[in-house]
């Protein structure tokens, strides 16, 4: 965990009681991107951020592959995507705001 003038800067690292982690990148005190792994230490979800807030969530197979993308605007999701085990898109969904 670091500090650059007052502000937080670089990973902050949490463990959960389920012994899965969340690594929440920070620049200039503004989250960056979220990264949340299942106990095996495979990669559980990856959040992605800008200044008006979340713009991405990609969620995954506990063997890797892509399950489902959540797409966002100012905070508010607008479109979802489904993987089969695949790879393949089975559904797409865009919700009306």
Request: glycine content about 6%; overall charge positive; aromatic content about 16%.
């Amino acid at each position: 965990m670091f500090f650059k003038n007052g502000l937080k800067n670089n990973q902050w690292i949490e463990y959960r009681e389920n012994n899965e982690k969340q690594v929440t990148e920070y620049f200039n005190d503004k989250i960056r991107s979220v990264f949340e792994y299942f106990p095996d230490g495979s990669l559980k979800s990856k959040s992605c951020f800008n200044s008006k807030g979340i713009k991405m969530r990609t969620i995954y197979y506990n063997s890797g592959g892509i399950k489902m993308k959540e797409y966002f605007q100012e905070n508010k999701q607008y479109k979802i995507k489904n993987f089969d085990r695949e790879g393949k898109i089975i559904e797409t969904k865009k919700i009306k705001r």
